[in-house]
């Protein structure tokens, strides 16, 4: 899928242009302007979390949490070694955003880690790269050998007296090391699952070291902010909601892709961007933010900007700005049992209530999709959620529970006729 950009990241990317993710084309494009103007300019650390912090850049992998803050818990006087870890292992349904960064720009990230590396006082970082993704591990590996060719990466690095080390790691493909504590656990060589927290990664991190972790697009942001300023950043967006984010279209539109916008923009043109609903269809719903953001109906839906509060003001979340976008031909309990099966396999198993809650989740639907589905069926699932959210370990279990009830709650009549007739009123065929 191509990029249709117009931001701080892609900006100037020519992704026709096979070679556009080497060091020279990113060079070309102002790139490690932002690491040259720390380093000569001797800028401190707090100098560039302050810079950070301003530019109101919040979390891009879900969880908006601001970048600058959480740079900012890092113990930078902790006397061992401590890391920055990236976060690439994209794998939640309808996400595709940081794949595309480090196949079109991944120096752009290697420049971010690197400044997140200053600015933490930290020596060595990680990119844990999802474990479907392979070509583009490859062309991570050798952008990170065309940075230390190049004097940005290893010992003193441009002649500054600063040295950092940047390495990739290469997952199974489990949805759950997107979790930042079973990412931790992968990256040391055992079973990803996710700790018990606290202790937080800040204190606790990779190796038991403190350790700050961020998604791609995040780190990926850093040198723009840097380069050109926190407030020229913070002015793209909207207020609480600075920059720029790439929202990854799919389903039913005419042009799917990655289009990074401001912050803020309404949906309506973002739909428009992706060419608008396919074959003259009507917009039925859309999850805004990935597979575990609540569902919306198109009316409010239509009503939304792409950004954080208006999309929570919904009732939904921007989470990781995948945009599922589905048409009037979409059953949606068959596309409940989708997500529900998602769920079901991607359990890591450590929690009863998750474990099992999701199973029961998926078998509940399935039947009802299938014909079989029993009167109290919808009260059951709401019990099966409200056992599962807030009991466990990690938010797997409550990314569960959020589609089935944004689902039964927007879209009841679907769900209730299939239950009384037998049949679902939507043929599902081809959903
Ligand atoms: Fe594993 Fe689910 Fe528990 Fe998360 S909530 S730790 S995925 S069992």
Redesign the pocket.
């Known amino acids: 899928m191509a990029v249709f950009a117009n931001g701080v990241i892609f900006d100037g990317v020519d992704t026709s242009q096979p070679d556009c993710w080497r060091l020279d084309a990113y060079v070309a494009r102002g790139g490690y302007q932002a690491l040259r103007r720390i380093l000569d300019s001797k800028m401190t650390q707090e100098d560039v979390i302050a810079e950070v912090k301003n530019s109101g850049l919040r979390g891009r992998g879900g969880a908006g949490f601001p970048t600058g803050l959480k740079w900012s818990f890092m113990p930078r006087s902790f006397p061992g070694d401590k890391y920055v870890v990236c976060n690439t292992d994209e794998g939640e349904p309808g996400t595709f955003k940081d794949r595309d960064i480090i196949r079109y720009n991944p120096h752009s990230l290697i420049e971010g880690m690197i400044i997140a590396g200053y600015a933490m006082g930290t020596k060595a970082g990680y990119n844990y790269i999802h474990g479907e993704i392979f070509e583009d591990y490859v062309l991570f590996e050798e952008a990170l050998e065309e940075a230390r060719k190049a004097g940005f990466l290893g010992q003193n690095i441009l002649g500054s007296g600063f040295n950092f080390d940047l390495f990739a790691h290469h997952g199974y493909g489990a949805y759950?090391c997107g979790?930042e504590t079973?990412l931790l656990e992968s990256l040391e060589g055992k079973k990803g699952?996710?700790r018990f927290k606290p202790p937080f990664p800040a204190s606790f991190g990779l190796y038991g070291k403190p350790t700050t972790i961020n998604n791609t697009e995040s780190f990926a942001s850093v040198p723009f902010i840097i380069r050109d300023g926190a407030q020229t950043f913070l002015e793209k967006g909207k207020p609480n909601n600075g920059g720029t984010k790439l929202f990854s279209v799919s389903g039913h539109v005419n042009r799917p892709g990655n289009y990074e916008i401001a912050l803020g923009t309404p949906f309506s043109e973002l739909l428009e961007m992706a060419g608008g609903m396919r074959d003259g269809k009507k917009l039925k719903a859309v999850i805004p933010g990935g597979s575990s953001a609540p569902v919306l109906p198109a009316d409010i839906m239509m009503q939304c900007t792409m950004d954080y509060d208006s999309i929570a003001k919904a009732g939904s979340m921007l989470g990781s700005g995948a945009v599922i976008v589905m048409n009037e031909d979409v059953c949606m309990v068959k596309a409940l049992e989708r997500l529900a099966y998602f769920y079901h396999e991607?359990?890591?198993?450590?929690?009863t209530?998750?474990?099992e809650g999701?199973g029961w989740l998926y078998k509940v639907i399935h039947r009802i999709v299938n014909g079989q589905g029993r009167k109290g069926d919808l009260e059951l699932l709401d019990s099966v959620g409200n056992n599962m959210a807030g009991r466990?370990?990690?938010?797997?279990?409550d990314a569960a529970v959020f589609p089935v009830r944004s689902f039964t709650k927007h879209f009841r009549e679907e769900f209730e006729y299939a239950i009384e007739h037998g049949k679902t009123l939507v043929d599902h065929k081809w959903c």
Not at 346 to 351: F, R
């Open positions: 759950i979790e079973a699952q996710p991607e359990s890591c198993g450590q929690c209530p998750c474990r999701t466990t370990i990690c938010a797997l279990a």
